[in-house]
Protein backbone atom coordinates (compact mmCIF):
# COMPACT_ATOMS: atom_id res chain seq x y z
CA UNK A 1 0.00 0.00 0.00
CA UNK A 2 1.05 3.53 -0.37
CA UNK A 3 1.10 4.40 2.68
CA UNK A 4 2.70 1.81 3.68
CA UNK A 5 5.89 3.06 1.23
CA UNK A 6 5.48 6.54 2.30
CA UNK A 7 6.26 5.72 5.65
CA UNK A 8 9.23 3.80 4.95
CA UNK A 9 10.93 6.73 3.40
CA UNK A 10 9.79 8.40 7.00
CA UNK A 11 6.34 10.00 5.50
CA UNK A 12 3.56 9.86 7.98
CA UNK A 13 1.65 12.59 7.69
CA UNK A 14 -0.82 12.40 4.70
CA UNK A 15 -2.90 15.26 5.94
CA UNK A 16 -2.15 18.87 6.64
CA UNK A 17 -2.62 19.81 10.73
CA UNK A 18 -6.12 19.55 11.24
CA UNK A 19 -6.45 21.74 14.65
CA UNK A 20 -9.77 20.66 16.26
CA UNK A 21 -11.22 18.34 13.82
CA UNK A 22 -8.43 15.95 13.93
CA UNK A 23 -11.00 13.45 15.08
CA UNK A 24 -13.25 13.64 11.92
CA UNK A 25 -9.71 12.62 10.15
CA UNK A 26 -9.73 9.44 12.21
CA UNK A 27 -13.24 8.46 11.87
CA UNK A 28 -12.97 8.54 8.67
CA UNK A 29 -9.39 6.40 8.49
CA UNK A 30 -11.40 3.84 10.81
CA UNK A 31 -14.20 4.00 8.39
CA UNK A 32 -12.06 2.89 5.88
CA UNK A 33 -11.50 6.41 3.45
CA UNK A 34 -13.29 4.35 0.60
CA UNK A 35 -14.78 1.17 -0.50
CA UNK A 36 -13.77 -1.37 -2.67
CA UNK A 37 -16.10 -1.55 -6.18
CA UNK A 38 -15.92 -4.03 -9.15
CA UNK A 39 -13.89 -1.19 -10.69
CA UNK A 40 -11.59 0.18 -7.92
CA UNK A 41 -11.70 2.37 -5.24
CA UNK A 42 -15.46 4.15 -4.53
CA UNK A 43 -16.64 6.66 -2.41
CA UNK A 44 -17.83 5.74 0.83
CA UNK A 45 -21.84 5.49 0.94
CA UNK A 46 -24.53 6.22 3.64
CA UNK A 47 -24.94 2.89 4.05
CA UNK A 48 -21.24 1.98 5.09
CA UNK A 49 -20.98 4.73 7.20
CA UNK A 50 -24.21 4.18 9.04
CA UNK A 51 -22.60 0.30 9.30
CA UNK A 52 -19.65 1.42 11.06
CA UNK A 53 -21.07 3.60 13.47
CA UNK A 54 -22.84 1.07 14.44
CA UNK A 55 -20.49 -1.22 14.62
CA UNK A 56 -18.23 1.09 16.06
CA UNK A 57 -20.30 2.71 18.58
CA UNK A 58 -19.39 5.56 17.50
CA UNK A 59 -22.38 8.05 16.45
CA UNK A 60 -21.55 11.04 14.05
CA UNK A 61 -23.76 14.01 14.80
CA UNK A 62 -25.39 15.00 10.59
CA UNK A 63 -22.99 17.31 10.16
CA UNK A 64 -20.18 15.19 10.96
CA UNK A 65 -21.42 12.93 9.02
CA UNK A 66 -21.78 14.21 6.15
CA UNK A 67 -18.57 15.94 6.24
CA UNK A 68 -16.59 12.24 6.29
CA UNK A 69 -18.87 11.54 3.27
CA UNK A 70 -17.93 14.68 1.66
CA UNK A 71 -14.33 13.63 2.43
CA UNK A 72 -14.07 10.23 0.95
CA UNK A 73 -15.60 11.89 -2.22
CA UNK A 74 -13.43 14.64 -2.72
CA UNK A 75 -10.35 11.92 -1.70
CA UNK A 76 -12.01 9.89 -4.71
CA UNK A 77 -12.07 12.80 -7.09
CA UNK A 78 -7.70 13.55 -6.16
CA UNK A 79 -7.30 10.07 -6.38
CA UNK A 80 -8.77 9.98 -9.85
CA UNK A 81 -7.33 13.14 -11.09
CA UNK A 82 -4.08 12.53 -9.44
CA UNK A 83 -3.15 10.11 -11.65
CA UNK A 84 -2.04 12.24 -14.39
CA UNK A 85 0.90 13.62 -14.53
CA UNK A 86 1.25 16.92 -12.86
CA UNK A 87 -1.21 16.89 -10.93
CA UNK A 88 -1.50 19.54 -7.86
CA UNK A 89 -1.09 18.49 -4.49
CA UNK A 90 -4.58 18.00 -2.37
CA UNK A 91 -3.52 20.46 -0.40
CA UNK A 92 -0.66 23.55 0.07
CA UNK A 93 2.82 22.28 1.40
CA UNK A 94 4.10 25.73 0.87
CA UNK A 95 7.18 27.09 -1.38
CA UNK A 96 9.27 24.04 -2.22
CA UNK A 97 12.50 24.56 -3.77
CA UNK A 98 14.89 22.23 -5.78
CA UNK A 99 16.97 22.24 -3.05
CA UNK A 100 14.44 20.75 -0.75
CA UNK A 101 13.81 17.94 -3.34
CA UNK A 102 17.38 17.43 -3.54
CA UNK A 103 17.82 17.03 0.16
CA UNK A 104 15.00 14.89 0.57
CA UNK A 105 16.12 12.47 -2.12
CA UNK A 106 19.31 12.47 -0.57
CA UNK A 107 17.61 11.18 2.89
CA UNK A 108 16.35 8.68 0.91
CA UNK A 109 19.11 7.09 -1.19
CA UNK A 110 22.08 8.35 0.91
CA UNK A 111 24.69 10.32 -0.07
CA UNK A 112 25.46 8.66 -3.21
CA UNK A 113 22.85 10.82 -4.63
CA UNK A 114 23.81 12.97 -7.44
CA UNK A 115 23.31 16.37 -7.18
CA UNK A 116 20.55 18.27 -9.60
CA UNK A 117 22.78 20.71 -12.29
Same mark, same amino acid.
Given at each position: MRIDQLRKYGISKLLPPLGEIEYL @?????? @? +???? @?? +???PAPLTSQELIAWQEGSGISLNPWEFSTVLSMSRKYITRFINGAEYGAQAPFDIGHITSSDVDD???AIFGSGARKAK
Amino acid at each position: MRIDQLRKYGISKLLPPLGEIEYL @ANHWRN @A +GYVM @AS +GMGPAPLTSQELIAWQEGSGISLNPWEFSTVLSMSRKYITRFINGAEYGAQAPFDIGHITSSDVDDSIRAIFGSGARKAK
